[in-house]
């Protein structure tokens, strides 16, 4: 902490508490309070039961669970792919040019998600690339929604990159390709973990592109947290919502271990 003053640093630790319980911790709280609760009377939820953790972890709600799992797995792999490449073509191209890149995948992050899905649901529904109606159409519209994360991060971890290891390996006789599979990439490792572990986050609770787009057998779990709480069961939905965000934190959890390993190498 930058505030070295006794005094000063509980003012700050109190003023952080007082923003994050409120804001952050205390809306999760009543979340996860709510997945336990029989009934709700009074200002908190009450009751105890751990029935709404069954109808959440079977049936609709376990199929909803591994349909959002492969969604964010798809989309994130697709985006990390697109957003590396387009990084790395913008670094040749020059300043102008990656402006230009720039713009262009930030672009789905300037309008609002639902007309990201419009636009994509206008552009599958027609051969040849008629998607309407599958799985596909959905994990391109996350795709699309969350590239932007990915291609900023390699960006930004790019600019970064000292020089001297390409000048090395290529004063050494590697070629482009071996330069960017052996040195490049490797040193991006960090970063291509944490955009994935962020486009994976950002897709698992993707609503409103995907409301649009779903086909009935390919039910996101954000979309059954929508329809349990629309029709008024809010505390299977609480539970469905805490399977939802356990489900992330663990990947997040596992993606982090890989990114902390390949920052030691």
Known sequence: MLVHNRGAKWTVWALFLLLFLPLFALPLLVVLGASFATHWSSVLPSGFTTEHYAAATRGEALQALTTSLVT????????????????????????????????????????????????????????????????????????VLVTAFAHQSVSAALTRLDPA????????????????????????????????????????GELSATMMLYP???????????????????FTGSAIAVVLMTATLLVLFAVSRVRTKASYR
């Open 72 to 143: 964010a797995a798809g989309a994130s792999l697709l985006a990390l792919a697109t957003g590396t490449w387009a990084a790395l073509t913008a670094q040749a191209l020059g300043r102008r040019g990656r402006r230009v890149l720039d713009a262009l995948f930030v672009l789905p992050l300037a309008v609002p998600s639902v007309v990201v899905g419009l636009a994509v649901l206008v552009a599958f529904s027609q051969p040849p690339m008629l998607l309407n109606g599958t799985r596909w159409i959905v994990i391109v519209a996350h795709t």
């Open 165 to 204: 290891y390409e000048q090395a390996a290529a004063s050494l006789g590697a070629r482009p390709s071996a330069v960017l599979w052996r040195v490049k990439l490797p040193l991006l490792l960090p970063s291509l973990s944490a955009a994935a572990g962020l486009c994976f986050a950002l897709s698992m």
């Open 216 to 234: 009935p057998d390919w039910t996101p779990l954000p979309v059954l947290i929508y329809a349990a709480t629309d029709r008024g069961a809010l």
